[in-house]
């Protein structure tokens, strides 16, 4: 028989039945009026703090382009107003990323979509999701177990690049090859998965033979399509070619957050990509996409649907005239306009003079708008001896990506150029 406690001594019952009582005394008005106040929505709460201003971060007018050392795109409005509401409500991540993938599937005519956390993740999660289905694994075995497993992915030579470390946080092999004999040579029993990078300026083999040679030996192809929006209709155009799976950048022209992308492809493929990412523990645990970016995606998503590739490229081509006609008078100058190819499909205007004239290098206006508050930061291509990234050399130019600036910045960009040029 248990004894008895001793008198003045705090049991976990009693302490219980206290707190209960407690509880059912005080109330709990006021502390849901406290909760309240203190979690405030912004609106509610008075202006918003400028946190670039109170960390000493100077602020920029992009008249380069949606590079991620620039934090790409600025989301437009109404994507900003739903980033914010998604903001104020915890969700199941889980069920959010299933019913996006869903809904965005719908929009895009594929089978499988998947909200990433950037194109580079996409990649890693394609890689990971071509070697579970080959291996028919678990996504606990990668890449620690890969070595032995089949592990490897046929690239193309001139499409190797940066983002190759992508697929290797997978602990996948890349094969190289150059010409169509090669690639045919390349397949084997150990092959998961091929990677065509579709901004590759070289290679000699095209989409079309890529797609059939792979398909004829059963093997999954992704293509690296993250710049490659616009024209809006890539973003189903390559998987009605054939592809399986598809990585796109969320930052860029679609305009969504820059901590997003998006993978498209084959159902079950996309499938496995969900069981490899977050919030489950594999390979893209890491790469978390928050329910803010989820939703911001899915509404830059509906928000460029609504836009025409006719529309942007005439807004565009009109910050360009801006910014031209300011121009005008500087002795040698000429303006054009370019377009690039592929990546970065939107109208670039070149403004190319003769600095030996003007008295001042491309190089140097570009050091000169950089130094200004905020800064303006013109197109990498400018004053460039090489060509590069679908532009051409602009050794005695400098190049203006109009397509992310805001309202009253091309005017703005056209006077601080003419400046740096006239003083020269």
């Known amino acids: 028989m248990a004894s008895e406690p001793v008198s003045g001594a705090v049991t976990r019952r009693s302490f219980l039945q206290w707190s209960q009582s407690m509880v059912a ?12 106040e203190a979690f405030a929505a912004p609106s509610e709460a008075g202006t918003a703090t400028d946190y670039y201003a109170k960390l000493g971060v100077k602020k920029m007018i992009n008249a380069a382009g949606t590079y991620t050392m620039y934090t790409a795109a600025v989301m437009p409005p109404q994507v900003i107003r739903a980033v914010e509401e998604a903001a104020k409500h915890p ?12 809904y965005l ?35 606990d075995d990668i890449p620690q177990d890969v070595a032995s497993m089949k592990n490897e992915v046929i690239v193309q030579k001139a499409h190797r690049y940066g ?9 996948a092999k890349i094969v190289e090859v150059e010409t169509l004999e090669d690639y045919k040579r390349a397949f084997n029993e150990k092959t998961v998965m091929t990677n065509f990078f579709n901004a590759a300026e070289k290679g000699e083999i095209g989409h079309e033979q890529w797609l059939e040679v792979a398909h004829q030996h059963n093997v999954p192809c992704h293509i690296d399509a993250a710049a490659d929006m616009p024209p809006i209709s890539n973003l189903w155009k390559y998987t009605g070619m054939g592809f399986d799976l598809v990585c796109f ?6 305009r969504g957050p820059q901590n997003a992308g998006l993978l498209l492809g084959k159902k079950n493929l996309i499938d496995l990509a969900h069981l490899n990412n977050n919030p489950y523990e594999g390979v893209g ?20 649907l609504e836009q025409s590739d006719e529309s942007m490229e005439k807004e565009f081509t009109r910050r360009a005239d801006v910014i031209s006609k300011i121009v005008k008078d500087v002795p040698t100058l000429k303006a054009t306009i370019f377009t690039p190819e592929v990546a970065n499909h939107v109208p670039h205007l070149i403004l190319t003079y003769d600095p030996a004239v003007v008295g001042i290098t491309p190089k140097e206006v570009q050091a000169k708008l950089r130094a200004l508050d905020p800064s303006i930061e013109l197109n990498p291509a400018t004053g460039s001896q090489r060509a590069g990234n679908g532009m051409p050399a602009c050794p005695n130019a400098l190049v203006v990506g109009t397509w ?13 150029i003419r400046a740096a040029l006239k003083k020269a």
């Not at 005394?25 to 309240?36: E, F, H, I, N, Y």
């Not at 969700?91 to 869903?102: I, K, P, S, T």
């Not at 983002?163 to 602990?171: E, M």
Request: aromatic letters at 2%; hydrophobic letters at 45%.
């Open 25 to 36: 005394m005080v109330g709990v008005a006021p502390l849901v009026a406290s909760s309240t």
């Open 91 to 102: 969700v199941h991540l889980h069920e959010l990323q299933l019913r996006a993938g869903e």
């Open 105 to 139: 599937a719908q929009k895009l005519r594929c089978e499988g979509a998947l909200v990433s956390c950037g194109a580079s993740s996409a990649l890693t999660l394609a890689t990971a999701a071509c070697i579970t289905s080959a291996n028919n694994c678990k996504p």
């Open 163 to 171: 983002y190759d470390h992508a697929i290797f946080l997978c602990g």
């Open 249 to 254: 950048s969320g930052g860029k022209g679609i």
């Open 285 to 304: 645990r890491g790469m978390k996409v928050a329910k803010e970016q989820i939703v911001g995606m899915v509404a830059a998503v509906d928000w460029l």
């Open 404 to 416: 992310m600036l805001l309202p009253g910045e091309p005017e703005i960009v056209g006077h601080q």
